[in-house]
């Protein structure tokens, strides 16, 4: 299981994986805007941010 946190200050979107270390959400690890990154965090294809 894969549990990754919202937007951080950078714009990058990470998370702790089962190896307990910090692991960029690799469909779209970077965004530009929040907007962005809710749009990224609504379609959560590998259902990593909402199971």
């Keep these: 299981?894969?549990?990754?946190?919202?937007?951080?200050?950078?714009?990058?979107?990470?998370?702790?994986?089962?190896?307990?270390?910090?692991?960029?959400?690799e469909p779209n690890m970077y965004v530009k805007t929040i907007e962005q990154g809710f749009a990224v965090i609504d379609h959560d294809e590998y259902a990593c941010f909402f199971g």
Excluded at 1 to 25: A, E, F, T
């Design 1 to 25: 299981m894969q549990r990754l946190s919202p937007l951080k200050v950078n714009g990058k979107l990470s998370g702790i994986r089962q190896d307990v270390q910090w692991h960029g959400y």
